[in-house]
């Protein structure tokens, strides 16, 4: 798994330590990737929190795990558990 990161991302992109980043195989120069750590986490999570919160990624901000539990796609519960257990904890009702 990979976070994207997008050229004008200047703050996020300054945020991280160069070492974390390479670029897209399949975008256009500029366009970068920052892999997840040895146990699956952004290398940016410290503490359980966001070391970089105020300039994230915008794919970070706009991720959101409610999406699993709306459409019912399963989360793969060994390799996500966070996750998992997130959508676990949201119920959606409609009306049919």
């Given at each position: 798994?990979?976070?994207?990161?997008?050229p004008?991302e200047?703050e996020?992109?300054?945020s991280?330590?160069?070492?974390?980043?390479?670029?897209?195989?399949?975008?256009?120069?500029?366009?970068?990737?920052?892999g997840?750590?040895?146990?699956?986490?952004?290398?940016?999570?410290?503490?359980?929190?966001?070391s970089?919160?105020?300039?994230?990624?915008?794919?970070?901000?706009d991720?959101?795990?409610?999406?699993?539990?709306?459409?019912?796609?399963?989360v793969d519960?060994?390799?996500?558990?966070?996750?998992?257990k997130?959508?676990?904890?949201?119920?959606?009702?409609?009306?049919?």
């Open positions: 798994m990979f976070i994207q990161i997008e004008e200047v996020t992109i300054r991280i330590p160069e070492e974390l980043l390479f670029q897209s195989p399949w975008r256009p120069e500029g366009h970068l990737l920052m997840y750590n040895e146990k699956g986490h952004c290398p940016m999570l410290v503490d359980n929190q966001c970089i919160y105020d300039a994230r990624p915008q794919t970070c901000r991720y959101d795990c409610r999406v699993f539990a709306a459409t019912g796609v399963a519960v060994k390799r996500q558990p966070d996750i998992a997130r959508v676990a904890a949201w119920v959606f009702a409609h009306d049919c």
